[in-house]
């Protein structure tokens, strides 16, 4: 059974009532004397004639204020301190042991075993009244904090409840972000594109992807929306819409070409479009790189706009690695921004990768990032293996080098392998 606790209370009219206070003496008189002095002052009394009779009533009753004298037949006022302060407790209990011992020695061992505060006998009523002031004190704090501790409990009660309900939803957030991505791995008719999607949290703001401007074209690119969480993931949700290749009406880069004929607008004008959108459509403080690759099938060449994107890398069947690109400004920054057109080629055998900066920006425990030289030497170290492999070796070489598989940004690529007509 439960201690019974007796906890100062109180009135409606916001007069604190003093706490009841347990006394234990062997001499009648002694208890006597205390009770009428302690109920003078407001304090309810309960009397104990031994240790034994005390800890008796302490085993049912949580009394938090016990006067008790020191020298007592049977279990002394020290033993009884001793084993009232291991006692389950619900609070507090603010023990006074009365004595004519004065050694610092006996003091000391007093307080040793759980004494608070210290009488001497006869007990001078207004030195007892300021003893039983300090215990309040003492008291009124540990009920404060006991209080305060409760709200606090409460209140990480609810803050985990609700961090569970958004937990859950950013599981389902993530399964749909990875769903914007369905296909890892997609074959054309002289090349395929691997794909590398990794958000650092349960939602990233990257986004890498492609689709099909018409039987001889495709468009690959890769997007990483600055910031992280759900309102990056948001905006990659809109960027994935508007580069999708399965509603071309709804594709921003995109147009109706004659004869019903797909064609789409250069990379320039595609980067220009997004950036109108950002600056002067869309209502919010973001932006995003992206670099934007469209590609011919059958010749291998390749019309690109980098707007401040980490430098796309051609991969040369022949040796090397070339980067492509001198930077170009992100899209949402500036209004009336124009981006460049970058050309070049890809010959049988080159793979072109375009990747996020959580790659390039990777850092190692020692807060030094990977750079692109460091990703030039792991593709080189991997060349051999086919894309989807690479990619893969990719992040197994990425985390030795951070010591860790949890990376600060978001990790992301998209590698397009050109084979050529046959």
Known sequence: MGLLPIKRQDRPDGVS???????????????????????????????????????????????????????????????????????????????????????????????????????????????????????????????????????????????????????????????????????????????????????????????????????????????????????????????????????????????????????????EMVAHRLNRMMTEGFVVDQYFTMAYAEIDLFTGQVRMVQAGHPHPLVMRAAGGVDKIGAGGMPIGLIEGCSYNRITFSLSRGDRLFLMSDGITECPNPQGEELGVDGLIAFLNKSKGLKSSALLEALMWDLADFAGQTDFPDDVSGILFDYRGPT
């Open 17 to 267: 009532v003093p706490r009841p206070v347990l006394i234990v003496d062997d001499s009648k008189a002694q208890r006597k004397i205390l009770s009428m002095q302690l109920t003078r002052w407001g304090y309810p009394t309960v009397e104990a004639a031994s240790g034994e009779e005390a800890l008796a009533l302490c085993q049912t009753t949580d009394f938090q204020i016990v006067l008790s004298d020191w020298m007592m037949p049977g279990m002394t006022g020290l033993e009884f301190c001793k084993a009232f302060r291991g006692l389950p407790r619900e609070g507090y209990g603010y023990f006074i042991l009365l004595t004519s011992k004065s050694e610092k020695t006996e003091i000391a061992d007093g307080l040793e075993n759980g004494a608070d505060d210290f009488l001497t006998k006869p007990v001078s009523s207004d030195e007892l009244r300021a003893r039983l002031r300090a215990g309040e004190r003492i008291l009124g704090m540990q009920d404060e904090l006991v209080e305060k501790n409760r709200l606090i409990g409460s209140t990480l009660g609810e803050l985990q409840k609700l961090y569970d309900s958004l937990d859950r939803d950013l599981i389902e957030a993530r399964k749909l972000q990875q769903a914007l991505v369905r296909d890892r791995q997609l074959e054309f008719a002289t090349g395929s594109a691997s794909v590398l999607l990794r958000p650092s949290g349960h939602v990233g703001g990257d986004l890498v992807g492609t689709f099909q401007i018409n039987p001889t074209t495709i468009a690959i690119y890769s997007v990483d929306v600055a910031g992280h969480g759900i309102a990056s993931a948001m905006m990659t949700a809109r960027l994935a819409a508007l580069l999708s290749g399965g509603s071309p009406d709804q594709n921003i880069a995109m147009s109706a070409g004659a004869y019903g004929r797909s064609e789409a607008w250069p990379p």
